[in-house]
């Protein structure tokens, strides 16, 4: 029998008609018709601005929209982009797209845009967030450009954000993956990135797509990818970016994607990774990140109680998941009242370490882990929206640097728990 | 008037192919080291083996040659170094013999500074002839006029230092504009054309039409008034010589242009300026965008007039009518030597501007031969001539026409020195390796390519009058068209491409034909309901005839 196909003959008819290109930008999108119409002009007009010369495509991968998304892709005219900007297109500039299957999933939409970019020959994909309302055209440049001009293969953005945003990227996934792969990749789960034809031929190659990691957080397994095979990673600031509003229901599957993935590469990387220590800093283009002050209204007591409740429900849970001193730490930081709640990074680090050890091990289902840790995440998020509502910007970046520095410190013990249990 | 061996039909420059030939560079038959008539008639078995049907001479006028000849000083004559008039009625006759029509070029702006009309203009201002030029005793007048040869003119005025006033020009300063606000000159430049339509030319390429007239707060160009000229000398060429050409050189965006052919009333041909540069910047993009997109802007013209179409001739593959991003774009890709680089364009040839590449030199022609309008082919072209972009000016694209191997290149007898302009001497494109001799004697030489495709386009009405469509596959590699007249419908398809291309092209409304390709002959699959799949090779095209069979 026949391998199954990844591309359609449609789609694949449509790459014949839009041929060798030098950039490919990458949509995945699912039911985004509220916002992919100004995204997709932001797009043209980026090209035509920043890359009037190159032959470039957008290249749509939508997980069966019912909301007709696909067409506003294709349909974007490039007629408004002259006009609203004066821009002048200098060749045909193709945009494209294909259904890849009826449910989105990230792994195969991301895999589907590398692919087309594989056959068309980019020499650079950049990948846009249906999300994206804040895009400028500038960003295509920010991305694109260390990759065309600088041969770095893989670069990730720096936002300017709210400082109550990121929550999760600053917290957890930029300090582990800083201390277990010893790169400073700011957004290592990153909406919007470019790649080169070098890194993505790579990733392609290595059937990556067939372990469960990858398929989780294909983003995610990008960057660890490119961090373990030393490719050249640089991080360019892209400006304001606005985190999409989520539900509690979302932040389960975001821990899936994002924690779960980063997670289960450690199974496979450990040869890596386990020899790594310290970390060095990634070239940094056009900025540095910035936190845009706010007014925040937390809802502390929420925050708190959800904490408390989840330490006290799920303790069998925590017992087969945790060390006892650790557990212990959690359960008095569950007395404290809202006034002088305090996760400290320390409790933090550890107990993250000590869930990834025992997803490791799979002490019990490994989703029951990550459900597990969305409660003492809440705790951690009320600490850190604490810390940052009154400190200063400045001080926000001295007390990320100062939590990566205990995720560091910690990783020996790590390495120490990773085999052995508790 | 002489009895005209050529019947004059109407319409006849629809279905030419105009050959481009300066009498200075093609052949030297005296042996003093410019070329000649003489040399010219000696040289029309060439010609008419080439299968081209009219032939345009450049200025042969007597002349200072400042401008090589775009500068005249007598308008009745032959510059001597070329021969006398007697040497062109013998040319003439012996083109018209062979089916060769000619056009010849006239200068209707400006004349020389030596002209004798100027010299009395300018010899005080009493002189009958004073208000023949454009004289002012302030520069201030005319400010919205564009300069056209920006690297070397500062104004569109000049001082005189005898007649003590300014004098406008829109070329060189030593080019005067003509003042044809004044009867007097319109009568007299009309008894120039007389004079060589009674020796028997077939048509006249005006040069520099837009600029005849100037009036205050305007652009000077295309001016009511100007249009009102062409079409008082058009109504008498119809009257007194029909069937004569009027070919318009105006660079100017196709709208702009338009105005030209009036209502069939003013010019029958006029060069489409801006497509020239878009075929080149389509090639290097890989992109028909830019040439679809100038033809839809075309607007459609009377049916009795023509575009005239071109890839290179005598002057700069002019950026004159591109966007600066175009201009850009273009200077980078095929002129990065600042040198190759004038005014606001490239002077280069045509195969060194598609760096000598066989292929993109036939698809170029290829396109050339069929889009709506008359192909033009300059002197050379057709062997894949090269240039000499240190010759100065546009003197690089005007070197001697390459014959031989042998001495000077088959061009002249004289001593090399004597030469009025080096040969290319350079390995690759040098007489020594590019010339008619040996290209003659190869069957899959770049000139018997170019003869087999003038014959097929001449033996083609449809290419020459035939309606345009385009098709827009979805591969925007691939420029296809199909060209319709009567029952006679011709596909063509063309790969702007370095590499090879797939194209699904839709041709429903033509079910049930087959397709013939026009240079083998051979059969291709009937058309039926689904799209069309051609595969092609890089720069590759294709000319199909529909039949229904």
């Not at chain 2, 010849?104 to 004349?111: A, F, G, M, Q, W």
């Given at each position: 029998?026949a391998e199954?196909t990844?591309?359609?003959d449609?789609?694949?008819?449509?790459l014949i008609?839009v041929?060798?290109?030098?950039?490919?930008v990458?949509?995945?999108t699912h039911?985004n018709?509220k916002t992919?119409e100004?995204?997709v002009?932001?797009?043209?007009?980026?090209?035509?601005k920043?890359?009037?010369?190159?032959?470039?495509?957008?290249i749509?991968a939508?997980?069966?929209?019912?909301d007709?998304?696909?067409?506003l892709?294709?349909?974007?005219s490039i007629d408004?982009v002259?006009?609203?900007?004066?821009?002048?297109a200098?060749?045909?500039?193709?945009a494209i797209?294909?259904?890849?299957?009826?449910?989105?999933?990230p792994?195969?939409?991301l895999?589907?845009?590398?692919?087309?970019?594989?056959?068309?020959?980019?020499?650079?994909c950049?990948?846009i967030?249906?999300?994206?309302t804040?895009i400028?055209?500038d960003?295509?440049?920010?991305?694109?450009?260390?990759i065309?001009?600088?041969n770095?293969?893989l670069?990730c953005?720096?936002?300017?954000r709210?400082r109550s945003e990121g929550v999760l990227v600053?917290?957890?996934?930029?300090?582990?993956t800083?201390s277990?792969?010893?790169?400073?990749?700011?957004?290592?789960y990153?909406?919007?990135?470019a790649i080169?034809?070098r890194?993505?031929?790579?990733?392609?190659n290595q059937e990556?797509?067939k372990?469960?990691?990858?398929?989780m957080?294909?983003?995610i397994?990008?960057?660890?990818t490119?961090v373990t095979?030393?490719?050249?990673i640089?991080?360019?600031?892209?400006g304001t970016?606005?985190?999409p509003?989520?539900?509690?229901?979302?932040l389960?599957s975001?821990?899936?994607?994002?924690?779960?993935?980063l997670?289960?590469?450690?199974?496979?990387n450990?040869p890596?990774w386990s020899?790594?220590?310290?970390s060095?800093?990634?070239s940094?283009?056009?900025?540095?990140?910035?936190?845009m002050?706010e007014?925040?209204?937390?809802n502390?007591?929420h925050?708190?109680?959800?904490f408390a409740?989840?330490?006290a429900q799920?303790?069998?849970?925590?017992?087969?998941?945790l060390?006892p001193?650790t557990?212990?730490?959690?359960?008095?930081i569950?007395?404290?009242?809202?006034g002088e709640f305090?996760?400290?990074?320390?409790?933090?680090?550890?107990t993250?370490?000590?869930f990834a050890a025992?997803?490791?091990?799979?002490?019990?289902?490994r989703?029951h882990?990550?459900q597990a840790?969305?409660?003492?995440?809440r705790g951690?998020?009320?600490?850190?929206l604490l810390?940052n509502r009154?400190g200063?910007v400045?001080s926000?970046e001295?007390r990320?640097?100062?939590?990566?520095?205990?995720f560091?410190?910690?990783k020996p013990?790590?390495?120490?728990?990773?085999?052995?249990?508790? | 008037m002489?009895?005209?061996?050529?019947?004059?039909?109407?319409?006849?420059?629809k279905?030419?192919?105009?050959?481009q030939?300066?009498?200075?560079?093609?052949s030297?038959a005296?042996g003093d080291?410019?070329?000649?008539?003489p040399?010219?008639?000696?040289?029309?078995d060439?010609v008419?083996?080439l299968?081209?049907?009219a032939?345009w001479?450049?200025?042969?006028?007597?002349s200072?040659?400042?401008?090589?000849?775009?500068?005249?000083a007598?308008?009745?004559?032959?510059?001597?170094s070329?021969g006398t008039l007697?040497?062109?009625k013998?040319?003439?006759a012996?083109?018209?013999?062979?089916?060769?029509?000619?056009i010849?070029?006239?200068?209707?702006?400006?004349?020389s500074?030596q002209h004798?009309w100027?010299?009395?203009s300018r010899?005080?201002?009493?002189n009958?002839k004073?208000d023949?030029?454009?004289?002012?005793?302030?520069?201030?007048?005319?400010?919205?006029?564009r300069?056209?040869?920006l690297?070397?003119e500062?104004?569109?005025?000049?001082?005189?230092?005898?007649?003590?006033?300014y004098?406008w020009?829109r070329?060189f300063?030593?080019?005067p504009?003509?003042?044809?606000d004044?009867p007097?000159v319109r009568e007299e430049?009309?008894?120039?054309m007389?004079f060589w339509?009674?020796?028997g030319?077939?048509?006249?390429?005006l040069d520099?039409v837009?600029?005849l007239?100037?009036?205050e707060a305007?652009?000077?160009e295309n001016?009511?008034e100007?249009?009102?000229?062409i079409?008082?000398?058009r109504?008498?060429?119809?009257e007194?010589?029909?069937?004569?050409l009027?070919l318009a050189?105006?660079?100017?965006?196709p709208?702009?242009l338009?105005?030209y052919?009036g209502?069939g009333d003013?010019?029958?041909m006029?060069f489409?300026?801006?497509?020239?540069?878009?075929?080149f910047?389509?090639?290097r993009?890989?992109?028909?965008?830019?040439?679809?997109e100038?033809?839809q802007?075309?607007?459609a013209?009377p049916a009795s007039?023509?575009?005239?179409?071109f890839?290179?001739?005598h002057?700069?593959?002019t950026?004159?009518?591109?966007?600066?991003?175009?201009?850009?774009y273009m200077y980078?890709?095929?002129?990065r030597?600042?040198?190759?680089?004038l005014n606001?364009?490239i002077r280069?040839?045509l195969?060194?501007?598609?760096?000598?590449?066989?292929r993109?030199?036939?698809?170029m022609?290829?396109?050339?031969?069929s889009m709506p309008?008359t192909?033009?082919?300059?002197?050379g072209?057709?062997?894949?001539?090269g240039?000499?972009?240190?010759?100065?000016?546009?003197?690089?694209v005007?070197?001697p026409?390459?014959?031989s191997?042998g001495?000077n290149g088959?061009?002249?007898?004289?001593d090399?020195?004597?030469?009025?302009?080096?040969p290319?001497?350079?390995p690759?494109y040098?007489y020594?390796a590019v010339?008619?001799?040996?290209?003659?004697?190869?069957p899959?030489?770049?000139?018997s390519?170019?003869?087999h495709?003038i014959?097929?386009?001449r033996s083609?009405?449809v290419?020459?009058?035939?309606?345009?469509?385009?098709?827009?596959?979805?591969?925007?590699r691939?420029?296809?068209y199909?060209?319709q007249l009567g029952?006679?419908?011709?596909?063509?398809v063309?790969?702007?491409?370095?590499?090879?291309?797939?194209?699904?092209l839709?041709?429903r409304?033509y079910?049930?034909?087959?397709?013939?390709?026009m240079f083998?002959?051979?059969?291709?699959?009937?058309?039926?309901?689904?799209?069309?799949?051609?595969?092609?090779g890089?720069?590759?095209?294709?000319w199909?005839r529909?039949?229904?069979?």
């Open positions: 029998m199954e990844l591309l359609t449609d789609f694949v008819r449509q008609n041929g060798e290109v030098d950039l490919v990458g949509l995945c039911n018709s992919i100004p995204i002009r932001a797009i043209q007009a980026g090209i035509l920043c890359f009037p010369r190159e032959r470039a495509a957008i749509n939508d997980g069966g929209s019912q007709g998304t696909p067409k892709v294709t349909g974007a408004d002259w006009n609203a900007s004066k821009v002048y200098l060749r045909t500039l193709h797209s294909t259904t890849y299957a009826r449910t989105p999933d792994s195969t939409a895999r589907t845009i590398l692919e087309a970019a594989d056959l068309l020959r980019a020499r650079a950049v990948l967030s249906p999300d994206s804040t400028e055209p960003w295509l440049q920010h991305l694109a450009r260390p065309f001009y600088d770095f293969d670069v953005p720096i936002y300017r709210k600053r917290n957890l996934l930029y300090p582990m800083r277990i792969y010893g790169y400073r990749v700011r957004e290592p990153a909406s919007e990135f080169s034809s890194l993505a031929s790579n990733f392609l990556i797509w372990q469960d990691w990858s398929r957080g294909p983003e397994s990008l960057t660890i490119a095979g030393k490719y050249r640089a991080q360019s600031f892209l970016k606005v985190a509003g989520r539900s509690t229901a979302d389960v975001v821990m899936r994607r994002t924690v779960g993935a997670f289960s590469s450690l199974d496979v450990f890596v020899t790594i220590t310290g060095e800093p990634v940094t283009l056009d900025g540095q990140p910035e936190g002050p007014s925040l209204r937390i502390r007591k925050l708190r109680d959800m409740s989840g330490v799920l303790e069998t849970v925590f017992r087969s998941i060390s001193p557990f212990s730490e959690l359960q008095r569950a007395t404290l009242g809202v305090n996760y400290p990074a320390d409790v933090w680090a550890k993250v370490f000590e025992s997803y490791h091990r799979s002490v019990i289902n989703d882990i990550l840790l969305v409660p003492l995440y951690r998020s009320l600490t850190f810390e009154d200063s400045e926000d001295t990320e640097e100062s939590l990566c520095g205990e560091e410190r910690l013990y790590l390495l120490e728990i990773w085999g052995n249990g508790k | 002489n009895e005209l061996p050529l019947k004059r039909e109407a319409g006849w420059y279905d030419s192919i105009i050959y030939i300066h009498v200075r560079t093609f030297d005296n080291g410019v070329g000649d008539f040399g010219l008639a000696q040289r029309l060439y008419q083996e299968g081209v049907n032939i001479l450049m200025p042969f006028f007597p200072p040659l400042r401008d090589d000849g775009y500068d005249i007598e308008y009745k004559s032959v510059h001597p070329y007697e040497d062109f013998n040319f003439l012996i083109a018209h013999e062979r089916g060769i029509r000619v010849i070029e006239l200068v209707l702006n400006h004349t500074d004798p100027f010299l009395e010899s005080s201002h009493d009958p004073r023949w030029y454009v004289w002012s005793d302030t520069d201030s007048k005319y400010r919205g006029t300069i056209i040869f690297d070397t500062m104004s569109n005025w000049a001082w005189d230092p005898i007649s003590k006033a004098y020009h070329f300063s030593h080019q504009d003509l003042n044809y004044n007097a430049m009309w008894n120039v007389k339509l009674e020796l030319v077939d048509g006249f390429r520099a837009p600029y007239i100037e009036r305007t652009s000077c001016l009511p100007t249009h009102a000229i079409r008082d000398l109504r008498k060429v119809d007194q010589f029909p069937g004569t009027l050189e105006a660079n100017q965006w709208a702009d338009r105005p052919f209502d003013e010019f029958h006029a489409h300026f801006p497509l020239m540069p878009r075929m910047m389509g090639l993009l890989e992109d028909r965008k830019p040439i679809t100038i033809l802007q075309t607007p013209i007039c023509q575009w005239c179409l890839l290179r001739n002057d700069e593959l950026l004159e009518m591109v966007t600066d991003a175009e201009r850009d980078d890709l095929y002129a030597d600042k040198a190759m680089r606001l364009g280069r040839r195969a060194p501007l598609l760096d000598n590449d066989r993109r030199i036939e698809l022609n290829g396109m050339l031969m309008g192909p033009i082919i300059y002197y072209d057709e062997i894949g001539m240039d000499n972009v240190y010759l100065g000016d546009r003197n690089g005007r070197t026409m390459q014959w191997g001495w088959g061009f002249s007898a004289a090399p020195e004597s030469l009025y302009s080096p290319i001497l350079n690759v040098g020594q010339n008619v001799l040996s290209q003659r004697r190869t899959h030489s770049l000139l390519w170019m003869r495709i014959e097929i386009r083609t009405p290419f020459g009058s035939g309606s345009i469509e385009f098709l827009y596959p979805a591969n925007h691939i420029l296809a199909v060209r029952k006679e419908t011709i596909l063509v063309n790969n702007l491409s370095s590499a090879a291309q797939a194209v699904e839709d041709l409304r079910t049930g034909n087959i397709l013939i390709e083998g002959r051979n059969i291709f699959p009937r058309i039926g309901d689904l799209p069309y799949l051609l595969t092609l890089p720069y590759q095209f294709f199909f529909l039949r229904r069979i």
